[in-house]
């Protein structure tokens, strides 16, 4: 077994141990975070498309679950089960579109959880979860009518994406409605830059369900995340150190 490989499982079972003991030691970790205005300002978003009866879109992106990208599906996943519990009460229910069969079993059942939590089950109607497209720009093709004719005042487009997601901001910003946008690779955060009224950068996509308080476990995952930076940069600065030693000597 090759060192990177055995480094690897050590990084691995190390971050499994930090989040168990942070889990187990929620009662005294507090969540305390950087402010994003980003998420304020779409928590006022929600609350004014439950007053006035209009629909939130969720797109989850085009990436398959069983990718390399991954871990964006599924941190936008439990995202959509939280803002679909904060607008169990709206007149219109959220819509999720998704380019992926698996996501869009997923996102449905996100809405069938989120409903029976907050107890509405009957509210839950599988046409919320949408496959809107298998490849990435039939995706966007097939997201735009419904940013357009369903009565969406409020946009998260958060997930894996490519540069087609500038199809959708644009759309977003001709309907006037509020976009919240993050994605997992940089020339999609390029465009969501320019073109997205409220652009998350970077990990900011990850933070998400901590930022809308989806469940402990996101808290737990940040305060894990900065250890291992933490953890990383002085690994980095010692080896920079004995590098240098070594070459005095």
Known sequence: ????????????????????????????????????????????????????GTRIH?????????SSRTAASFSTI?????????????DKPPLATSGDAALTILSQDSFRTAYRIAGAEQQYNATSGRLAGVTPF?????????IHDEDISANVLAGSFGVEVGLLSDAAERTQSFT????DSLPAQAVLYVSAQEPLIG?????????????????VSLY?????????VIALIIGAVMKLLEGML
């Open 78 to 90: 439990s995202v959509l089960r939280r803002i679909v519990e904060l607008s169990a009460a709206s």
């Open 1 to 52: 077994m090759s060192l990177p490989t055995i480094a690897g499982f050590i990084l691995v079972a190390f971050s499994a141990i930090l989040l168990i003991g942070l889990s187990l030691l929620k009662d005294k970790v507090k969540a305390s975070f950087r402010n994003i205005p980003a998420f304020a300002k779409f928590n006022k978003a929600l609350g004014t498309a439950v007053e006035n």
């Open 138 to 146: 039939s995706y966007a093709a097939g997201t735009l009518p419904a």
């Open 180 to 183: 919240l946008a993050a994605a």
């Open 203 to 219: 990990e900011e996509l990850f933070a998400s369900g901590a930022y809308l308080n989806a469940g402990r476990v996101h808290h």
């Open 224 to 232: 894990a995340q900065d250890v291992l930076r933490w953890l990383i």
């Open 58 to 66: 969720f797109s989850l992106g085009s990436a398959s679950v069983a």
